[in-house]
């Protein structure tokens, strides 16, 4: 037999509550409390309160007042009995304790559905807990009331039934249920940063990484995503849209972790869905891109360096070009005006013009190939390296009349052998380079010492003409020549720099009393101290 | 006529190839030669006020990329120079290997800059138009 609850009862009952309502509702203490009564103090508004209670309490249907945000706001004597509630404890909570918490979601659903619609939901079964666990159907007419024209409560009237074979709703309570389950699920053991809300952006469950970021709920789990998380306002808005539009919303959000560090987010906010198509809450699946997102920046930097390196590099091998195809034309004009002489003098002054071009290439080639030099690290007698070293500047430092001295307490290294050799053979070039006439005694020291078990310092120390101090911080940059005697390609202590980094270690320039120090601090491996 | 000319460039050679170019023009040229930026404006404090034979030049030929001072850094402290010194007559040539759009607008920002030679890429007799051209702008 089908039990149905006819509709001017609910009406009757719609006015009963709307109007005690409309007079009432402020004395909260007359309405919900019988102190005021019992205490024999009755009003005329007591009176009346008390006519409306014992009637609405004299009901057998359980009826229900709720607020905005589907919060309890009062309920009869057969409600709290079935759900084994005082009048107090129901106040402002969405649902007991003991209830399904995919029950209260579709409760509060269907609270929504009136509050927007206006009208009321006949739902002809829903389950419903008690205070001992056990579950019954109830018939269940869901209501508004309107104040000022606006909905600003609804009120509830439930009836058990017994039949359980009444499924006229478009989805069945247990069919959401079992909908829904899954998603909770997932949104609970997503390998990623995933986060569920209801349609009132209420947190029902996130994952562990969400909650690794972000931080877990704290205490009541029906917290709005708003308050609880403060901290993270950009996806509250996400939420608000994507709820409100019934659409995805997808951005770049940022987070301050706890330790202070920034981190990057893609979030994207996706709304869920019941079977029957309407939506049910929304879930957020937030993915990590602060390392991306760092990368992208080194890559636009990068990119620049490139843009820039290319610029340079065409114009100093464009330069000698220009400056070969000048003197061609003198050849040919010497030749024409029998000037033999001058045409051998044009000829070798091309000479010259072309061996700085090769200099600028193979500078290239080695910048460009800094990173193609990842070999197998191998002990490096630096002595021996030195020596090599100033053999093939052998010319340059003769004719400038340069003392290369070593101190190296350090007498081998574990080291890419071509890295090292490329950083001392730059570093010493350039103070043979740059050693001052004016002084009687010139030199370049090298020094190799250890720092501790995990480093060891090289210094390349010279007494030439020094760096002005308005320059030094852009010696090592690409193309940089400071110095009226530079020939170079002003890329000498770039290489050396790209070098020293990619070993892991870092250089840094000095100004001592008599000139120029290197200072590069490199790591060292522990097991092949000193032989 | 006699045309003052100041070479400022790193380059020994490009020196030498403009040099012989401006030999070989109509008018004769008292050439000066500087090898960067730097050298150009110590070069113009040492000769302040001075009226001698080769100074003020009346061409300047001005290479970009150089050590210190670059040939932009020479432009910018030179247009300083020029007001001070009453230079008013004295023009700069630009005389690079940067064929770069944006380097040719950076130079032509100056009003005294009247022309762009990219090295390699110019006609001879390009030179020889350059200082007709000056000098009969200073007789008429």
């Known amino acids: 037999m089908r039990t149905t609850i006819n509709q001017s009862e609910t009406s009757s009952l719609q006015a009963i509550t709307g109007h005690v309502h409309l007079r009432d509702w402020q004395d909260d203490v007359s309405f919900s409390g019988c102190q005021e009564q019992t205490k024999g103090h009755k009003t005329l508004k007591d009176d009346r309160s008390e006519f409306y209670r014992s009637a609405l309490n004299s009901i057998h249907d359980l009826v229900l007042v709720k607020g905005p945000n589907a919060e309890l706001l009062w309920a009869n004597q057969a409600f709290l009995d079935y759900y084994g509630m005082t009048q107090e404890d129901l106040s402002q909570i969405i649902d007991a304790k003991h209830s399904d918490p995919d029950d209260t979601l579709q409760y509060v659903k269907d609270d929504l559905t009136v509050f927007q619609s206006g009208k009321s939901l006949n739902i002809l079964q829903e389950s419903v807990t008690n205070a001992a666990g056990d579950i019954r159907y109830f018939h269940t007419i869901k209501s508004p009331v309107f104040e000022n024209g606006k909905v600003v409560r609804t009120v509830g009237v439930s009836r058990l039934i017994e039949d359980a074979d009444i499924t006229t709703r478009a989805i069945g309570h247990e069919d959401a249920k079992q909908h829904v389950a899954p998603i909770k699920a997932m949104a609970g053991s997503f390998p990623n940063p995933m986060l569920m809300v209801d349609v009132h952006a209420r947190v029902l469950n996130s994952s562990p990484l969400w909650k690794s970021y972000f931080g877990a709920p704290m205490g009541n789990a029906e917290g709005v995503f708003c308050d609880v998380y403060p901290d993270l306002p950009d996806l509250a808005d996400h939420l608000e849209r994507c709820l409100k539009l019934q659409s995805s919303v997808e951005d770049t959000v940022t987070h301050v972790a706890k330790d202070g560090t920034q981190q990057v987010f893609s979030a994207r906010t996706c709304p869920w869905h019941y079977q029957d198509g309407s939506v049910g809450g929304a879930t957020i699946i937030a993915t990590d891109i602060t390392i991306l997102h760092e990368k992208s920046a080194e890559l636009s930097r990068v990119n620049e360096e490139l843009k820039q390196f290319a610029y340079r590099a065409s114009h100093d091998l464009k330069g000698p070009l220009s400056t070969a195809k000048g003197l061609a034309k003198f050849i040919a004009m010497d030749v024409a005006d029998g000037d033999l002489d001058g045409a051998i003098v044009n000829a070798r002054l091309i000479e010259d013009v072309m061996g700085k071009l090769e200099k600028s290439v193979m500078s290239f080639l080695a910048l460009a190939t800094a990173d193609a030099n990842n070999t197998e690290a191998t002990v490096v007698d630096v002595q021996g390296l030195i020596a090599d070293i100033c053999r093939g500047l052998a010319h340059d430092i003769d004719a400038a009349n340069v003392i290369i001295e070593t101190d190296l307490e350090r007498k081998s290294v574990l080291i890419q052998h071509v890295r090292l050799r490329q950083i001392l053979e730059n570093l010493l070039a350039n103070g043979v380079k740059y050693s001052d006439p004016d002084k009687e005694r010139r030199f370049v020291k090298v020094c190799c010492r250890n720092i501790d078990d995990e480093r060891f310092e090289l210094t390349v120390e010279d007494n030439g003409c020094g760096i002005p101090s308005a320059v030094k911080h852009k010696i090592f940059d690409l193309f940089s020549r400071f110095h009226e005697k530079s020939q170079g390609t002003g890329l000498g202590l770039a290489i050396v720099k790209k070098h020293v980094e990619d070993l892991g270690g870092e250089i840094a320039v000095e100004s001592t009393k008599t000139g120029t120090l290197f200072r590069a601090i490199l790591p060292a491996s522990p097991e092949e101290l000193d032989s | ?140």
């Not at chain 2, 030179?78 to 700069?92: E, W």
């Not at chain 2, 100056?110 to 022309?115: A, G, K, L, S, Y």
Request: aromatic share 12%.
């Open chain 2, 1 to 140: 006529m006699k045309i003052n000319a100041l070479i400022v460039d790193d380059n020994q050679i490009d020196r030498h190839i403009l040099k012989r170019w401006l030999k070989k023009c109509s008018f004769e040229t008292n050439v000066v030669e500087v090898s960067d930026g730097q050298f150009a404006l110590d070069y113009f404090e040492e000769n302040k006020g001075m009226q001698a034979d080769g100074y003020p030049p009346s061409i300047i030929f001005l290479d970009i990329n150089m050590p210190r001072v670059d040939g932009f850094g020479f432009l910018e402290a030179f247009s300083k120079i020029r007001d001070r010194d009453q230079l008013g007559s004295t023009v700069v040539v630009m005389f690079t290997s940067s064929p770069h759009q944006n380097d040719r607008e950076n130079a032509f920002k100056w009003d005294f800059v009247t022309n762009y030679i990219v090295k390699g890429e110019f006609e001879t007799q390009q030179i020889e138009e350059i200082v007709t051209g000056y000098s009969a702008k200073q007789s008429a």
